[in-house]
């Protein structure tokens, strides 16, 4: 285990990719994300390293992600819709026994709580883009692998189990600026000119006021405003286009544990 502070709170993105750029120096050619509130089924790996190994370009592998409460599929990877924006976890809700165990299928994102990337896509296309902070970084890497031809594959042989609060924390300040601003980033750099269109159209004069005045209806105003914070950022801020995240080991000698503790 290597202990490494940051000296701030760097978000889910700056988090990550410190440990990752670690992991890359010491030469690791898979890397595995998983989130502290998950739980693996014994053998999980082998599946998302086998399909990796396997498929062309195959770049990363989520498992099927169970409820840890309920029981039921929480993702088997995502997908956008860039016209509206919306990014959902594929088979949410569904029971264990709808998950079918034939194939790898292609998806456009992995679920951010648990996925095994290789080394080669990460030094191709870079790490998860830190200007997001929170939120929808699983969606721009997926997004942006397959825009230079890496593909994302869910691997339901694979089973983890994960504690989702997406719900408890809907009205939370935080989580509308980010949420509501990152959407916006991700249309914004990979939607086309008639998509990015109809997502500020429908969100100008749909989504974004609904939800500042349904929050207001029930006495949450500092969501309300978060939303209309984060919906003039993510408009008018440019910050997504930002290249820090790009920035990887490059390809060398790995460090030496006996130098590391030396």
């Known amino acids: 285990e290597i202990w490494l502070p940051t000296g701030e709170n760097l978000g889910y993105a700056g988090g990550n990719n410190a440990g990752i750029r670690e992991a890359m120096a010491w030469g690791a050619q898979y890397i595995l994300i998983l989130n502290p509130d998950c739980r693996v089924e014994p053998g999980f790996l082998q599946p998302l390293v086998r399909a990796l190994e396997a498929a062309p370009k195959a770049g990363m592998a989520c498992p099927l992600v169970f409820d840890v409460r309920t029981g039921r599929i929480q993702s088997l990877g995502g997908t956008v819709n860039l016209w509206t924006g919306r990014c959902s976890r594929r088979l949410y809700g569904l029971p264990a026994e709808q998950a079918g165990q034939a194939g790898w299928p292609e998806v456009d994102f992995p679920h951010g709580a648990c996925v095994l990337m290789k080394r ?20 721009e890497l997926g ?24 719900g408890r924390g809907a009205n939370d300040p935080l989580v509308c600026f980010y949420g509501t601003r990152n959407q916006a980033w991700v249309v914004a750099a990979y939607g086309r000119f008639p998509q990015r269109l109809s997502f500020l159209l429908l969100s100008c004069y749909g989504r974004w006021p609904l939800k500042v005045l349904s929050r207001a209806l029930r006495g949450q105003f500092g969501a309300g405003a978060a939303v ?16 820090g995240h790009l920035a990887v080991p490059l390809k060398g000698h790995p460090k030496r544990f006996s130098e590391d503790i030396e």
Request: glycine share 6%.
């Open 143 to 166: 997004l942006r692998a397959a825009r230079e031809g890496w593909r994302t594959l869910a691997i339901p042989q694979s089973r983890v189990l994960h504690a989702d609060t997406t």
């Open 120 to 139: 080669e896509m990460l030094e191709e296309i870079g790490l998860f883009h830190e200007t997001y902070f929170l939120y929808y970084e699983d969606v």
């Open 228 to 243: 209309a914070k984060g919906a003039w950022n993510g408009y008018m801020s440019k910050a997504w286009q930002s290249t």
